[in-house]
């Protein structure tokens, strides 16, 4: 039994799947990652400033400038397409398997998807709101009070929200199967949560080594959207 069969057999199996999802998850639909290979973060100066310094509570307040420019070269999700994998996360979903998805992702691809439970750890592009009236947009916007308008996601310095990591935290616990998708496991506290994990299979699929393979029920080294097609194959044809 090659590795796509068995996560397959895993899922059938399980009653209460959660998938925990991180920026290798959207590779495949054109979007680069952070900590990967040719990620973000392996560019590590534009227009003279560090990345992680860039998406800074701070440096959005006193650069707008080059924080809107970052975000419009290296983040945008503009004419970005859900793949296979956000697909079948969806559709596993529907099957009653995947109870919730958590992801760190700010690109909303889970929801256009079709998923129904997110949680967005970080937020999401998708929502821009008013510092001052609290109008929102789907998109950036000239706001009519002439206040501060900014992304609904979380910068570094910030901190996350409350409710969605409580929410986050049960539903891993509640979890007998959670599948790790497209994340090196180094950002914290996102991270973390992976503690809260008690069920009895933990599936890793990344390119790269994770810090927690060694205890994962199944390692997976190949693309999430290749690996899920496969998936879903196997499992439309136990029906």
């Known amino acids: 039994m090659n590795k796509i069969e068995q996560l397959a057999e895993i899922i059938n199996n399980s009653n209460y799947v959660v998938a925990f999802t991180g920026a290798g998850a959207s590779t ?3 979007l680069t990652d952070f900590r990967g290979k040719t990620g973000l973060y392996t560019q590590r100066s534009y227009m003279g400033y560090e990345p992680e310094e860039i998406l800074s509570h701070d440096f959005f307040f006193n650069h707008r400038d080059v924080f809107d420019k970052y975000l419009e070269e290296k983040l945008s999700i503009n004419n970005i397409k859900p793949n296979e994998g956000h697909k079948a996360l969806a559709e596993l979903e529907k099957m009653g398997k995947i109870k919730a998805v958590i992801t760190q992702n700010i690109d909303d691809l889970h929801q256009a998807a079709g998923s129904k439970k997110v949680l967005e750890l970080h937020g999401t592009l998708k929502k821009w709101y ?4 609290g109008k929102s947009e789907t998109a950036s916007f000239i ?3 002439g206040g501060t308008v900014r992304p609904d996601i979380t910068l570094y310095g910030e901190m996350l929200d409350e409710a969605i990591v409580s929410e986050a935290v049960k ?4 979890a007998d199967t959670l599948i790790i998708v497209g994340t090196s496991l180094t950002v914290y506290p996102a991270a973390f949560y992976i ?3 008690k069920g009895k299979n933990l599936v890793i699929i990344n390119e790269t080594e994770t810090p927690r393979d060694s ?3 199944l ?7 290749d690996v899920m097609k496969g998936v879903m194959k196997i499992l439309k044809n136990k029906k």
Do not use: P
Not at 130 to 133: N, S, T, Y
């Open 28 to 30: 495949d639909s054109g």
């Open 171 to 174: 539903e891993i616990e509640k």
């Open 215 to 217: 205890i994962a029920s």
């Open 195 to 197: 503690n809260y994990f």
């Open 219 to 225: 390692v997976i080294r190949e693309r999430f959207a």
């Open 130 to 133: 008013c510092l001052d009236c």
């Open 143 to 145: 706001c009519e009070c």
